[in-house]
């Protein structure tokens, strides 16, 4: 089992829809969890960071975890074509108080918004 | 202010010259780490720099490859041989430092642009 897992996608909506992406992760021990933007050719951009159970919002973006469920996804409003590109969850994993911010990353959800 | 920054930018090399990647992390940064993205392997750590120690070498793939930070700033990260399997975009990464900012609280990373290595 992949430590993180995201569906590949690709997952198409309309403007102005929802883009809801998930991600889930195998180890309990997960600290902290990201969500990158990469277009096509570009390096990864940080958009949402999340710590806590429950919801972050920032714009036309929700970040939600759940840690019970071992789970954490991104919810995008008004959706735009500009929005189109990979979207990358990474989680931190206690390595034993020895911890310090290495990212393990998912395979990456590819998002179109058609106009 | 500045972000990171990396060169080259596009790296073409015959298979068994060495080439150096440099990564010039975001004044004040203490924490610099190293990514490799592939198409077959996704986004993966190489190393993680605290200052001038690297504390977490683990994800390098053989002896080939070696990295070292000086003045707690710039990183190169050197291959030697390459070989055709070495070809992938190598992504620099700095934060405000390394581990946690608090209870479960991680310091946020930012990407440089990256050096894409092909190994003809």
């Known amino acids: 089992q992949k430590e993180v897992e995201q569906n590949s996608g690709p997952l198409s909506v309309p403007e102005g829809a929802i883009a809801s992406l998930n991600c889930t992760y195998s180890?309990?021990?997960?600290?902290?969890f990201f969500w990158y933007r990469q277009y096509s050719g570009k390096s990864p951009e940080l958009i949402m960071s999340?710590?806590?159970?429950g919801d972050k919002e920032d714009g036309r973006f929700t970040a939600q975890l759940n840690k019970a469920s071992q789970y954490v996804s991104l919810l995008i409003r008004d959706s735009q074509p500009s929005d189109s590109a990979t979207y990358l969850c990474?989680?931190?994993?206690?390595?034993?108080?020895?911890?310090?911010?290495?990212?393990?990353f998912g395979q990456g959800t590819i998002l179109t918004v058609h106009p | 202010g500045a972000g990171v920054s990396q060169s080259p930018s596009n790296k073409v090399t015959e298979k068994g010259k060495d080439v150096e990647l440099r990564c010039d992390p975001i004044?004040?940064?203490?924490?610099l780490y190293w990514y490799r993205q592939s198409l077959g392997q996704g986004l993966e750590f190489l190393i993680y720099?605290?200052?001038?120690?690297?504390?977490?070498k683990s994800g390098l793939p053989s002896d080939r490859f070696s990295a070292e930070r000086t003045g707690g700033s710039v990183s190169t990260l050197t291959i030697q041989r390459t070989q055709q399997e070495d070809s992938a975009v190598y992504l620099c990464?700095?934060?405000?430092?390394?581990?946690?900012?608090?209870?479960?609280?991680?310091?946020?990373?930012?990407f440089g642009p990256g050096t894409r290595l092909t190994v003809t």
């Open positions: 990464a700095s934060s405000l430092a390394g581990g946690s900012a608090g209870p479960g609280l991680t310091y946020e990373q930012y």
């Open positions: 180890d309990r021990g997960s600290q902290s």
């Open positions: 999340i710590y806590s159970n």
């Open positions: 990474a989680v931190t994993i206690d390595a034993g108080g020895t911890s310090y911010g290495k990212l393990t």
């Open positions: 004044s004040g940064h203490t924490a």
């Open positions: 720099f605290q200052g001038n120690s690297a504390p977490d």
